[in-house]
């Protein structure tokens, strides 16, 4: 209870040190970099299958298709 004591016998105290965390604060988010694609090297693997003679609308369809 201490503190609330103080604080109401030196209101201006607090408003300027809630002010001034305020802008420190703001100063902060200001000054933080941000990166919104960081760099991460995911391995990837990739798989390609190619069907030769099979027309386009064959592939759009594959139940049409007969083996």
Known sequence: ????????RRPYTFIVLAILLFLIGL??????PTDIFPNINIPVVSIVWSY???????MANPDHIEL
């Open 1 to 8: 209870m201490w503190i609330v004591r103080l604080a109401l």
């Open 27 to 32: 100063l902060a988010i200001m000054r933080t």
């Open 52 to 58: 030769n003679g099979v027309s386009a609308e064959d």
